[in-house]
């Protein structure tokens, strides 16, 4: 674990642990939103028939570099009607929010930030800090615009937070437990034993869970769309109704800081599907280092296939952004309270059910 | 129907109030209709089963350049007296037949009663009337500045005899 | 316990991404909810009709085109057409049949423009790009024509400013048959698209009466259910030769006169616009395209009111001859202007997205709406 071998390196456990939750954010998150705000240019520019950013270096591939370079400069404005300590608290508390996601999600079986064991509950509870921030960025920038998208940003991940609690739990009736390193050791194997195919229980009792998993896994999906404001879903930051929602009194590093917490949360809200549902970190046909003797080399491996897992997922929601229109508000809601939580509420009680045999 | 009969059939009507049919050397002949009467002949004209003319297809205001023109040494000039038009391109939509009204006012008082309660398409038509050539709809609804700034003191412009003024609002207009 | 509530104004515009320019709503809302719009507009006016009279009447027509940026073919055919029934000028037949090529096509790649945008409003971005390189391919035939790719001075008063390039035809066919696909895919990716439906269905529903009363023209007046096409119903040009259908909004996925029906009207008047372009090429018969065009316009005492149908709608001019070169008095029509003013009463009761869905499917062009 990489957590003991900082506190062998450096001999004290605390100095240890904050630099092992910082390693991700540097590791991992920041070079992610990096890349992902180019790929979310490229990928819809080549859906839509252009070529998107080719200017900055090797087809562009230097672009957000030179975006966050402008972003550093520019001026921080602060309107005189913004309720300061709030509109410079707001971006820190959503920046925050979702980067401690990150401590607990295991990236490799050898790295995680934090291995607690209420890891899936603990994420959930964080993610409600980003909800605040949110509200504060809407009311402290004292424009209407930024207050209507707040209080429908808000309104739709408290909303929506329901129906991804309730497959949670259905996950957790079938695995019996909230730590996710111990969620992602049970998915190991090949591929017939993610969660999606049913897991790792036996008998009869797999095949019936296979398809009650799909549905879980299609409500989860839908619903996480809905809690990183992603097209269909994107209503708070609507930007031919509101103009950009609730960040749109904020510039340079802030606004680059509620941008790097989207890019986050997008990829946040496809580690746990993927953890949930697609084995983690776990390769699906088993690991090359095993069979030829290397086993430094299965960690990279790890690393390898949740990137590509989690990478894959984050692509889905670009596809379906650059697809698909917005819903309404009404609209929204209706998806929540009629579709999603019903389902999900039935799948619980059938896989409930499943679990007893 | 053509015009000529419709005519015939407001003569009958209306009597005084239709002034004259006015047959034009090129383009179009019109109806020439008191302006306070304007609203009444147009309520039967659309309410009339025979002629149901539904459909306002166009309004506009003209400025008849008719005054006497009294030239400044700067080369501008007023017309003093002269008259204001206003032309009403009528349709009906099922009966296929068209007509034009118009009416004429002086510059001095230019009022005309407008016709917003027959057809809502008269409303934003009259006030850029208003708007542009000043003249004044009795009875409109909403009768503000459609097209120049509402706080434009400086006359209404599509007047023949309209000058820029020096100052809006502190900034400089002739450019 | 009664909660203090109060209706808030939200000011939309007039630099706002999806009032299609310089448009400013004053909504009145009732938390999300449309209480009362009104649209104030004028940042655009450009005095085009006080322009108009200090000009002579040829000189006019560049200033026609900068009124509907997105429809500058039919702006100028309007005005020719306006300024030949004055004359009482003859038209020498090939230039009708290219006039109604240039308005046909001008007439898809305004529609691409009103499609795609709708289609952005709705937060589908994709379909308005796709929609945007297929109206490159338009202007590209307008500029190999007219040597501009937006504002064209191409149509003039008794002719058109010169002849087609000797290619023109066989890449318009070409086009044609390029196009006629990309409809379909614009079908299958926006307008049977669920959430699309949902979004524009049972939206700003305008009734028939309601919006011959109103003045409302086009595809908009169309949608409602009314079959009125000035070509058919007014035929000019050489409209009368041609075989092509009116389509009318059905309700097929709501109410007639619906946003969803304002919007496929336009997509089913692309198809008929392919139909006219198609027949147009085979029928063009060869000649002198500037051979009516007068020396010196200097038309009689009188007044004229032209009109086409133009594809936002009745696109109509009202000239005031004085007997001079200028002219006295020129009132545009505009069908934007014109059907804007109904916007508010289409408004009322809806959210606040359905004032951008509502606005996207009327289809307005600001320069027209100011001139």
Redesign the interface.
């Known amino acids: 674990m990489i957590f003991d071998f900082f506190a062998k390196l450096t001999g004290s456990e605390i100095l240890a642990s904050i630099i092992s939750a910082l390693l991700p954010l540097f590791l991992f998150i920041l070079p992610f939103a990096l890349i992902a705000v180019l790929l979310e240019r490229k990928v819809s520019a080549h859906m839509q028939d252009r070529l998107g950013p080719m200017r900055v270096g090797y087809h562009g591939l230097l672009q957000t570099i030179a975006d966050i370079l402008k972003l550093i400069q520019k001026e921080d404005i602060v309107a005189d009607s913004n309720d300061k300590t709030l509109f410079n608290i707001a971006p820190l508390l959503v920046f925050a929010g979702s980067y401690a996601a990150f401590a607990a999600i295991p990236f490799t079986s050898s790295y995680i930030g934090s291995n607690i064991n209420l890891g899936l509950f603990f994420i959930i509870g964080i993610s409600g800090i980003v909800v605040i921030g949110i509200l504060m960025a809407g009311w402290a920038s004292n424009n209407k615009y930024t207050l209507l998208g707040a209080m429908r940003c808000v309104a739709q991940m408290i909303s929506f937070e329901i129906p991804t609690l309730m497959v949670v739990v259905t996950i957790l009736m079938v695995t019996g437990t909230l730590n996710l390193n111990e969620l992602t050791e049970i998915q190991s194997g090949f591929f017939w034993n993610w969660m999606i195919f049913g897991g790792a229980v036996p008998g009869i009792a797999k095949i019936l869970l296979i398809p009650f998993m799909i549905i879980a896994f299609g409500v989860i999906y839908i619903s996480t769309l809905a809690e990183v404001n992603r097209t269909p879903f994107d209503i708070p930051e609507a930007e031919s109704e509101l103009v950009s929602g609730y960040h749109t009194e904020y510039s340079g590093m802030k606004f680059a800081m509620f941008y790097l917490a989207e890019y986050a949360n997008m990829f946040a809200v496809s580690a746990i599907v993927v953890i949930l549902f697609f084995g983690g970190y776990q390769s699906p046909v088993g690991y090359l280092g095993n069979s030829i003797g290397l086993h430094w080399l299965i960690p990279i491996e790890q690393l390898f296939w949740f990137t590509f897992k989690g990478v894959g997922f984050v692509l889905l929601q670009m596809w379906l952004r650059w697809t698909l229109p917005r819903l309404r508000v009404d609209q929204l809601m209706a998806v929540c309270w009629k579709y999603l939580i019903p389902i999900a509420f039935v799948n619980l009680l059938i896989v409930g059910l499943i679990t007893l045999i | 129907m053509t015009d000529k009969e419709i005519f015939e059939i407001l003569k009958e009507k209306f009597g005084e109030a239709i002034i004259e049919f006015v047959e034009?050397?090129?383009?179009?002949n019109?109806i020439k209709i008191n302006p306070l009467e304007i609203d009444k002949v147009c309520a039967f004209l659309f309410s009339d089963t025979n002629l149901h003319f539904?459909?306002?297809?166009?309004l506009?205001?003209?400025?008849d350049?008719n005054g006497e023109k009294k030239t400044e040494e700067d080369g501008s000039f007023e017309y003093i007296g002269g008259t204001l038009s206003v032309?009403y391109?009528l349709e009906s939509?099922d009966k296929?037949h068209k007509i034009?009204l118009g009416t004429t006012v002086e510059k001095d008082q230019p009022d005309v009663v407008s016709v917003t309660d027959v057809?809502?398409?008269a409303?934003?038509?009259e006030r850029e009337a208003f708007d542009?050539l000043g003249i004044n709809f009795l009875n409109h609804p909403d009768l503000r500045?459609?097209?120049?700034?509402y706080d434009w003191d400086a006359g209404h412009?599509?007047r023949?005899d309209?000058k820029d003024p020096e100052y809006y609002q502190g900034m400089k207009v002739p450019y | 316990m009664a909660l203090n509530t109060e209706e808030m104004t939200l000011n939309m515009g007039p630099q706002h991404p999806s009032t299609h320019g310089v448009l400013r709503l004053e909504l009145r809302l009732d938390g999300e909810f449309i209480v009362d719009v009104k649209s104030h507009i004028g940042y655009l006016h450009r005095c085009f009709e006080k322009h108009a009279e200090a000009m002579t009447y040829p000189q006019v027509v560049p200033y026609t085109d900068r009124m509907d940026y997105l429809a500058s073919m039919y702006n100028e055919f309007g005005y020719a057409l306006t300024v030949e029934k004055l004359l009482g000028l003859e038209i020498p037949e090939r230039v009708e049949f290219i006039r109604v090529i240039m308005g046909e096509l001008q007439r898809i790649a305004s529609h691409l423009v009103a499609l795609g945008t709708y289609g952005a409003d709705i937060g589908a971005v994709t379909p308005f790009l796709f929609c945007f390189r297929d109206r490159e391919k338009i202007l590209s035939l307008f500029e190999m024509t007219s040597g501009a790719r937006l504002l064209y001075n191409y149509i003039w008063v008794g002719g058109v400013a010169r002849d087609l390039p000797p290619d023109f035809l066989r890449l318009t066919k070409e086009f044609v048959e390029y196009f006629k696909p990309k409809i379909k895919e614009l079908n299958d990716l926006l307008s049977f698209n669920k959430i699309f439906i949902d979004r524009t269905a049972n939206i700003g529903i305008l009734p028939k009466d309601v919006a011959v009363n109103y003045g409302i023209t086009g595809p908009m007046l169309r949608a409602s259910g009314m079959k009125w096409d000035l070509r058919k119903d007014d035929t000019y040009s050489v409209y009368n030769k041609f075989d092509f259908d009116i389509p009318v909004g059905d309700g097929r996925m709501g109410t007639v006169g619906d946003s969803w029906d304002r919007y496929y009207v336009r997509i089913l008047e692309m198809e008929q616009s392919l139909r006219i372009i198609e027949q147009a090429v085979e029928q063009i018969p060869d000649g002198d395209v500037s051979s009516a065009i007068p020396r010196r316009i200097k038309p009689p005492v009188g007044q004229v009111y032209g009109r086409v149908e133009n594809p936002r709608g009745e696109l109509g001019y009202f000239i005031v001859s004085d007997g001079s070169v200028n002219p006295k008095r020129i009132k545009v029509r505009g069908p934007s202007f014109v059907n804007l003013a109904i916007f508010g009463e289409l408004c009322k009761g809806h959210m606040i997205a359905d004032v951008i869905a509502i606005l996207g499917s009327i289809d307005i062009v600001l320069g027209e709406v100011d001139r």
């Open positions: 034009a050397q090129a383009g179009e019109y539904d459909s306002l297809v166009n506009s205001g003209v400025d350049a032309f391109h939509t296929r034009t057809w809502a398409h409303n934003w038509h542009l500045r459609i097209l120049m700034p412009p599509l023949k309209y």
